[in-house]
């Protein structure tokens, strides 16, 4: 079976020596390994600000904190998306207010964001779902025009980019997950990068149950709840080396979106999806109002396929507003394996299984 989503650590032998190197020094929390990882990614990506912390939704509820959203007040948020990213708004105390999405790429919509907005509203939650950019320049005037914050959740879309800029630098706030299955996977791990210094140490403080670390802790400091949300220094050592391995994972999984691009674009029933920017293809979206067929097809073939998601806005949970772009979108998405493990000549074979299929319905 050719999986849809796989784990790319460096070579056991390297990631071996880099435990090892970390182990010896005697401190394996937050240390200097997670302040090189922090400098490197910034450098890496042209981010301005950022740092490390445990994990993408640890991520998410720092910087609603640290934008002082809480109690009362509204996010808007896309249901399109892994639920960590609404679970968040919950964990910050805040309501997530769900926008439709884009019928033809699946990301929150400028028009159904401005209809959502209300008087307790204080920012915009938006997901670059699968790694295909989302529409940043209107969603940030509309942001602008209201007096709002942009987080970007850029769990999907490390190396996605928009008129020449990676995604992430359009908004007050961006975030990055380092989980198992993410593009730069560091076992577990995230990333907050945001615009304005003013937040450094507040973030900082956040991570480490409200205490600064360095400080003397028999000082009472503490002024504001903090949490256990830093990033410890083995995690940071695989980071360092993984940063060094993107560049070629990302370049793999573009080509294959590429040559989908290419062999899918004159399918009957299957449509591809209509997207801005450079995506970095976390996920390969069709659509087909035959999608359930065309995934049990393709499993039956050994080709992983499947939904991925569920739009969050279905889990009772959350309010069960009507949203009837995210409803079809949902009942034709499918995705297929694309990433550094299919190889070009297996893309060029999925491409043909999907192909003929798509002649007998
Ligand atoms: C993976 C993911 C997250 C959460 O990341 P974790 O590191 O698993 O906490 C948040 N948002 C989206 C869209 C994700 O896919």
């Known amino acids: 079976m050719i999986p849809l989503l796989k784990t790319s650590l460096p070579p056991s032998s390297n990631l071996t020596k880099i435990i090892t190197e970390v182990v010896k020094t005697g401190i394996i929390a937050e240390g200097e390994y997670v302040y090189d990882f922090e400098k490197k990614f910034l450098q890496k990506f042209g981010y301005k600000y950022g740092l490390a912390v445990s994990s993408g939704t640890a991520a998410l509820h720092t910087s609603l904190a640290a934008l002082g959203i809480g109690r009362g007040d509204e996010v808007v948020t896309t249901p399109m998306t892994a639920e960590p990213t609404n679970l968040s708004i919950l964990h910050a105390g805040a ?9 033809d790429d699946g990301n929150i919509c400028p028009l159904s ?15 670059h779902y699968g790694g295909y950019p989302a529409k940043m320049k209107e969603i940030c005037k509309i942001a602008k025009d209201n007096g709002l914050k942009v987080i970007e959740d850029c769990a999907h879309a490390l190396g996605a980019s928009l008129d020449g800029n990676n995604v992430g630098s359009y908004g007050d706030f961006a975030i990055f997950s380092f989980q198992a299955i993410k593009q730069i996977s560091t076992i577990d791990g995230g990333f907050i990068v945001f615009k304005n210094k003013k937040y450094l140490d507040f973030i900082k403080r956040f991570r480490w149950f409200g205490l600064t670390k360095g400080a003397d802790r028999t000082k009472p400091s503490i002024t504001h709840v903090g949490y256990k949300y830093n990033m410890n220094n083995i995690s940071a050592a695989i980071g360092i080396e993984q940063l060094d391995r993107f560049d070629k994972i990302l370049a793999d999984t573009q080509k294959i979106g590429k040559i989908y691009n290419k062999e899918l674009s004159n399918t009957k029933n299957i449509h591809l999806c209509d997207f801005s920017g450079t995506p970095s293809y976390w996920l390969y979206s069709l659509f087909s109002r035959n999608s359930k067929k065309i995934i049990n097809h393709l499993v039956k073939k050994g080709i992983a396929s499947s939904k991925v998601h569920i739009p969050n806005n279905y889990h009772p949970l959350f309010r069960n507003n009507r949203l009837p772009n995210t409803k079809e979108f949902y009942e034709r998405l499918i995705h297929i394996p694309c990433g550094f493990w299919v190889k070009q000549a297996d893309a060029q074979k999925i491409s043909e299984v999907i192909r003929s299929y798509d002649k007998t319905l």
């Open 113 to 127: 964001i401005k209809k959502s907005i209300t008087k307790k509203t204080k920012a915009i939650l938006v997901v």
């Open 95 to 103: 309501v997530p207010v769900f926008a439709d999405i884009n019928i």
